[in-house]
């Protein structure tokens, strides 16, 4: 559990330094300061330092009185140094800076792996991207924030990151350097538990399906979201991972047809805990609740493990309709839905403003299956990209314990128009995660605008066929979006469809969304064409007011 005096911590932290969060702040060590005492004619040595500054010291300079002293990285910055700067025997203190060379025209953050444009979660520029999906126009900076995290941290091979799924091509050369190794069975007798854990032959995992000690991949999901969390990063080949050194310990259980049982899901887990993992990535559901499973994720808990979970792809709220094991209610939990390279919550995705944590990244995701580099959606993709952030932050801090690096998750994450009422924070954020950042407001956010009443409304239920254009202007508004207080439509086949005054279409919306905001519109005009087939009848929307900028 997370205990209240944290969480009180937490929350003095966040609420007394918000001006601060949005404030920029450049590159620096994490958790390090350099401080100057008042008087350098006082003769202190490191023990004592370490007593005046609450923390490890280096010295810079005895004579001109600096030091370099380490403070909590769960402290946000300015907390950290308000803190430093009360002290009467500092004169100041500061991050202690990172510098770079000048002139060169590459980037020291960004890896040289041939394919990473093609990784728009980490990097989005704004190009289109094709994948299962279809194609669909990116929008720039709708990432994970890779590319600044990078410069802080890239991963660590002493963290253990269990993959429960369909097993990892652990032989794959981009991945091969970040797989786990059991030394002791690989120098072992074959057919033999050398080291003792009831597993004969665990060189590199286990295979629960198939009841053998080689977790190899067959159908390529496994190896997909392995690919996410930690293909070798900067090493010329392929793709990166969201962590570009980290060990990743391969388990399967589900077959070659990509499904597998309650029983080997349970040994899943509970070999991952046995074999010390630090974090769980679980890119599969399904089935009713389970006492069974439950537990097994309690004991993980226990053991201080951080279980990331694909939220599921029924498109469904699984506020009133949880899905399994997302939705399980144990705080090691971290659910997790998908996003496209727009900012959409994909139409595939569950949501719930309480149940599902956070968003990802998981719309035409390029990465490794047993094929070569392929594009793949799902809620599967997004729940490795937060994975992998995890691994930065436990990097950053190895003596972290499982809340810790959820809360920082959470409490990081970026609000998105798309997202308000849908999860409960936003899309993860690598480098707000690992500077103990909250993410600023997101101007283009229709939530902040200013707003009009109106109220309009479809049947309810709505009519089969129904087709209805409705407009809305504001006078000289630069963007208007409309504000529903419910919408309900049959997914996927039921929509509205939102365009500007000459026809531009600017996106729409579809299924049991609940409260939302429209796409943004330029221009005071907005049209709405809402448009239904004969089958499915379902509550309809009830418009409550327009959002505009000036």
């Not at 350098?40 to 500054?53: A, K």
């Not at 060169?104 to 890896?111: F, I, Q, V």
């Not at 939990?333 to 944590?357: E, L």
Request: aromatic share 8%.
């Amino acid at each position: 559990m997370i205990h209240g005096r944290f969480i009180r911590v937490i929350v003095a932290l966040i609420a007394g330094f918000t001006l601060n969060a949005y404030a920029k702040e450049f590159p620096a060590v994490p958790g390090e300061y350099v401080v100057k005492i008042k008087n350098t004619s006082m003769t202190m040595n490191t023990s004592s330092m370490r007593m005046l500054l609450g923390g490890p010291v280096r010295v810079i300079s005895q004579e001109r009185g600096l030091f370099v002293t380490q403070r909590p990285v769960i402290e946000t910055r300015g907390y950290a140094l308000q803190t430093l700067q009360s002290n009467a025997l500092i004169e100041y203190a500061e991050p202690n800076y990172i510098y770079k060379v000048v002139g060169n025209t590459g980037s020291a953050s960004l890896p040289n792996d041939p394919e990473l444009g093609k990784l728009w979660g980490l990097i989005n520029n704004g190009s289109s991207v094709e994948g299962d999906s279809g194609v669909i126009k990116g929008k720039t900076g709708i990432d994970i924030d890779a590319a600044k995290a990078w410069q802080i941290e890239t991963g660590s091979s002493d963290i253990l990151v269990a993959v429960i799924d369909t097993g990892v091509n652990w032989r794959h050369p981009d991945l091969v350097d970040n797989i786990y190794t059991n030394m002791a069975e690989l120098n072992g007798q074959p057919n033999v538990d050398d080291d003792g854990n009831g597993y004969v032959d665990d060189v590199h995992g286990y295979d629960f399906a198939a009841n053998d000690g080689d977790p190899m991949d067959v159908y390529g999901h496994g190896t997909h979201v392995a690919g996410t969390i930690g293909a070798s990063g900067n090493n010329g080949n392929g793709i990166t991972g969201v962590a570009w050194k980290v060990k990743i310990l391969p388990i399967r259980f589900l077959g070659d047809d990509g499904s597998g049982t309650l029983e080997n899901a349970v040994k899943s887990i509970d070999y991952a805990t046995r074999m010390g993992a630090k974090i769980t990535s679980n890119s599969w559901g399904g089935g009713g609740f389970s006492q069974t499973l439950l537990d097994s994720i309690e004991r993980s808990r226990q053991a201080g493990i951080l279980f990331v979970a694909a939220a599921g792809n029924s498109g469904q709220d699984t506020d009133s309709s949880p899905e399994y094991p997302a939705g399980y209610q144990v705080d090691n939990v971290i659910s997790v839905a998908a996003i496209d390279p727009s900012g959409a919550v994909a139409d595939f995705s569950n949501f719930g403003k309480t149940t599902v944590h956070i968003a990802a990244p998981g719309v035409n995701i390029s990465s490794y299956t047993m094929r070569g580099l392929e594009s793949w959606s799902g809620t599967s993709m997004a729940c490795p990209h937060v994975t992998g952030v995890a691994v930065l932050l436990l990097a950053q801090d190895m003596n972290q314990s499982y809340d810790m690096i959820k809360n920082r998750l959470l409490s990081s994450a970026r609000p998105l128009p798309a997202l308000r009422g849908r999860v409960a924070t936003g899309l993860v954020n690598a480098y707000y995660a690992l500077t103990n950042q909250i993410a600023p407001l997101d101007p283009d956010d229709p939530f902040n605008w200013q707003k009009t009443t109106e109220t309009v409304s479809t049947a309810h239920p709505y009519a089969d066929r129904t087709k209805a254009t409705y407009t809305f202007t504001v006078p000289g508004a630069k963007k208007i979006s409309v504000y529903f207080s419910r919408f309900e439509t049959e997914a996927s086949y039921d929509k509205v469809v939102f365009k500007d005054a000459t026809g531009k279409e600017y996106g729409n919306l579809s299924g049991r969304i609940g409260e939302v905001f429209s796409p943004a519109i330029d221009g005071d005009t907005v049209i709405m064409e809402f448009s239904a087939d004969d089958s499915v009848n379902a509550y309809g929307f009830d418009v409550g007011g327009i959002a505009y900028q000036n």
